[in-house]
């Protein structure tokens, strides 16, 4: 057990850092600037200690921290509103508790050090009586390193550990700590999110990643078993997940005066450009007038969803050029082209789940999503047509490079269900497949992305490359994680691939080897549909990983996304592809 009222250890702070404490900041928080956080490297390992106000102040630096997920026998998740005394990020909402472990043994501890830490700021920050908590009833879940910067003086610089624990709890504030605390459930935690921005008040920019990276994973399950994942994910600069009213200076690449340059991640390049894009996507497919053929051809985009290809194409213009509002409209009619395609996709597979709600032939009815898919498609180079900004120089190969994805995706889709009737299907087929109907899109993306903005010819040859390499790993992951996830983490039952009789680089990979018990048992499972029975699946999918077809799938995928990290080393200057790279590694990262 934690002792909670174990003297901390502190650093002397220099004079100038005592004279700036000494203005009018809160006493209590002063005091605690002199606490010995623990210093880190990229890989958290130990460097030693700082005062909490060195880590903290102008540049910073990286140090560990820990992020505790408090969920009640409800079911719900305890977030709390930082003290408006608070010296950095007051007033902004954030998870239950989010401190740091201090450099003493018991809090340096590899792991149980963050643990330990968090029973002390547990009853410091929420007065909970620790007393019965145990470092054994907290899990690690995962850690990511970020930085966001609240102004030019302040910054949050961390290597963060993100612990989870179900315990019931009665709450005794700290005021100068926490001014507000708020009990959220999974079903209403989109809806508090929207009213906390609505009153104009902020949530953390950790959070934010948290809630995008780790917390669809935690809240709590009947089987009560929650994965570490050992891998350290790389958010880069957060700071743009703030709003603008809450930040000096710019919210795209970091403000780090004097310190190693570390770049804007994906995740919040994504919300940066989200609302711009969904705003046109909306407007787009509004336009009907017949209200069911609107709804459903909305009902996918309602479901939310990263919108990861939509801002693709101005993350990459950012990274290799110029950004161009006009690929907000790109963006846009590729997200509503993709979402055609699904909705077709869904049709022809006779898939009922996607996104985790109804597919749209199960929400509305079969000629309804072959009418709203036909629509989608027009739609989408309507967008294009109406765009004030795409360059009259660029729109002639800006439309027939997504023409041509549209018709390499169709194509694509068609060799996948060639496939379902044949018994041998060679690897060169699978790839090309794949290239058709997912690769396709997101050299889409890269090509356009870099075309306007202002790239030279050899950056664009070089984005196309980046692209196809990104989707063929992204596809060759998706099979996998077909095979290794459940259903409610997919949104669609797990397995599925194998029971539609889908001919995914592991099957065609199993149906080469020679005959075994293991084979004859992906074999039963193969093609028997939703009837298949929930044993002779499991099995299949066990079959699979004891030929070594899982394995090989995966060093395929792994291939793929070294030659994608390759395309990122060859471009010229100085451009910020810490997006980019967390993009190559964003599928990989979910199986780490």
Not at 323 to 345: M, Q, R
């Amino acid at each position: 057990m934690a002792d909670v009222n174990a003297e901390v250890p502190t650093i002397d702070i220099e004079m100038d850092g005592v004279e700036l404490l000494n203005s009018s900041l809160d006493v209590e928080q002063v005091k605690m600037m002199s606490e010995a956080v623990i210093l880190v490297n990229k890989d958290d390992v130990i460097i030693g200690p700082a005062s909490k106000l060195s880590a903290h102040k102008a540049k910073g630096s990286l140090h560990r921290a820990f992020s505790v997920l408090l969920f009640n026998s409800k079911g719900e998740l305890l977030l709390q509103r930082r003290a408006l005394d608070k010296i950095t990020f007051p007033g902004i909402w954030a998870n239950s508790c989010c401190s740091h472990p201090l450099h003493f043994a018991e809090e340096m501890d590899a792991s149980t050090g963050t643990h330990v830490a968090a029973i002390r700021k547990l009853n410091q920050e929420l007065g909970i009586d620790t007393t019965k908590i145990l470092t054994s009833d907290f899990a690690t879940v995962g850690r990511f390193h970020y930085m966001a910067r609240m102004n030019d003086e302040w910054v949050e610089h961390e290597l963060d550990h993100v612990i989870r624990i179900d315990v019931d709890v009665e709450l005794n504030l700290n005021p100068n700590e926490v001014c507000e605390v708020a009990w959220v459930s999974r079903d209403g935690f989109a809806a508090w999110c929207a009213e906390i921005e609505d009153r104009g008040e902020v949530i953390a920019p950790w959070f934010k990643f948290i809630c995008q990276q780790f917390l669809p994973a935690c809240w709590p399950n009947d089987s009560k078993e929650y994965i570490y994942h050992p891998d350290i994910h790389r958010a880069g600069d957060v700071t743009a997940m703030l709003t603008p009213d809450t930040t000096s200076g710019d919210q795209g690449q970091s403000a780090n005066p004097g310190g190693d340059f570390i770049g804007e991640g994906l995740s919040s390049a994504i919300l940066r450009h989200k609302g711009e894009v969904e705003s046109r996507i909306i407007s787009a497919l509004s336009k009907s007038s017949q209200p069911r053929l609107r709804d459903a051809m909305m009902h996918l985009i309602d479901g939310g969803g990263k919108r990861m290809r939509a801002t693709l194409p101005i993350i990459v213009s950012e990274a290799v050029g110029l950004a161009n509002d006009c690929l907000y409209d790109v963006g846009a009619a590729i997200e509503i082209i993709h979402n055609f395609t699904l909705v077709h996709d869904d049709i022809m597979d006779d898939d009922e789940i996607r996104r985790g709600r109804p597919a749209v032939h199960v929400a509305y009815d079969l000629p309804t999503a072959i009418n709203a898919g036909d629509a989608m498609l027009a739609v989408g180079f309507e967008v294009l047509a109406l765009s004030d900004n795409i360059p009259s120089s660029h729109l002639r190969e800006v439309v027939l490079t997504i023409s041509d994805m549209v018709r390499r995706v169709a194509e694509g889709q068609q060799l996948d269900i060639s496939f379902e009737d044949r018994k041998t299907v060679a690897e060169s087929e699978y790839i090309e497949m794949i290239e058709g109907k997912t690769a396709v899109m997101f050299r889409t993306c890269g090509r356009i992305g870099s075309l306007l903005s202002n790239a030279s010819e050899d950056v664009v040859e070089i984005m196309t490359e980046w692209g196809l390499n990104v989707g063929l790993c992204f596809q060759l992951m998706d099979d996998l994680i077909d095979v290794l996830s459940d259903s409610k983490t997919l949104g669609k039952p797990a397995g599925s691939d194998l029971a539609q009789g889908k001919r995914t680089l592991m099957v065609i990979h199993a149906l080469e080897q020679s005959d075994s018990p293991s084979k004859r048992d992906v074999l039963a499972a193969l093609g028997k549909g939703e009837e298949v029975d929930a044993e002779i699946l499991a099995k299949g999918l066990a079959g699979l990983h004891e030929i070594g077809s899982v394995a090989y799938a995966r060093e395929r995928a792994e291939e793929y996304h070294s030659m994608a990290h390759a395309c990122l080393n060859k471009l010229p200057g100085d451009g910020d592809l810490t997006a980019l790279r967390e993009l190559t590694d964003f599928q990989l990262m979910r199986l780490s």
